[in-house]
């Protein structure tokens, strides 16, 4: 079956530098890939999220990549601050299957002042 | 706030007892979701309902879980004879399937989630 899975379990940055976090999927079919961030007590926050005809997508401060050759995706964040400190999970999902995600471990992010 | 309510947000019940938990999703969304999260793991898929059609069941879905949407809005999550490998976040997410338009389709909503604790 689908597995989603993150290279680090734990990323540490100083404030203001550029943060990667990686993850790679195992289902060549999927299609649909989300990253989400995770504060503690709190549900999933949707941050941006790419779809297969895509190689790389821009939001504010985040850039998802996505390389669907060695199934595996990055979600960059620029310019990081105190307020990004959460885990961050990746989502894979084929669309026409009803959408359910397949979520990775998470790494935690945390961002030293 | 991201519009899906969840209730109750947390829940300590002793092995045995039976538990429901409710989710109320962003009212226009045609699906909901229930997913299921232990420490330090990224949730897992339990469920899915279309409208009031449940489309989709985890094996994860022991016969002890049921889950409903009678009326296509709100559901709940019952688990009958909790023992303490029940233990998590219970997370309810919501999404508008055929969204027309625009760069992104299938965006799921979180709500908060229940956090059940069987002791």
């Known amino acids: 079956g689908e597995s989603v899975g993150l290279h680090l379990p734990t990323l540490s940055v100083q404030e203001g530098d550029n943060s990667i976090i990686n993850c790679a999927y195992s289902n060549s079919a999927s299609d649909y890939f989300i990253w989400y961030k995770q504060e503690s007590g709190k549900g999933p926050q949707f941050i941006i999220d790419?779809?297969?005809?895509?190689d790389k997508r821009q939001g504010q401060r985040v850039t998802v990549l996505l390389n669907k050759t060695v199934k595996h995706l990055s979600l960059q964040i620029a310019a990081t601050q105190p307020g990004d400190s959460a885990v961050y999970f990746c989502a894979a999902t084929i669309y026409n299957q009803g959408g359910k995600l397949i979520f990775g471990q998470g790494t935690e992010l945390s961002v030293k002042p | 706030d991201t519009g899906v309510s969840q209730d109750p947000r947390h829940k300590i019940t002793k092995r045995g007892q039976n538990v429901t938990f409710r989710c109320d999703p962003i009212?226009?969304?045609?699906?909901l979701y229930w997913y299921r999260q232990t420490l330090g793991q990224g949730p897992e898929f339990l469920t899915y309902?279309?409208?009031?059609?449940?489309?989709?069941k985890s094996r994860l879905l022991s016969d002890r879980f049921s889950a409903e949407r009678p009326k296509g809005s709100f559901s709940t999550l019952e688990i009958q004879r909790t023992e303490q490998g029940d233990s998590a976040m219970y997370l309810c997410?919501?999404?508008?399937?055929?969204?027309?338009?625009?760069?992104?389709?299938?965006?799921?909503?979180f709500g908060p989630g229940t956090r059940l604790t069987v002791l």
């Open positions: 009212s226009e969304h045609n699906r």
């Open positions: 790419i779809r297969s005809n895509m």
């Open positions: 997410a919501s999404s508008l399937e055929g969204l027309a338009g625009g760069d992104s389709y299938n965006e799921q909503f």
């Open positions: 309902f279309q409208n009031e059609a449940q489309l989709e």
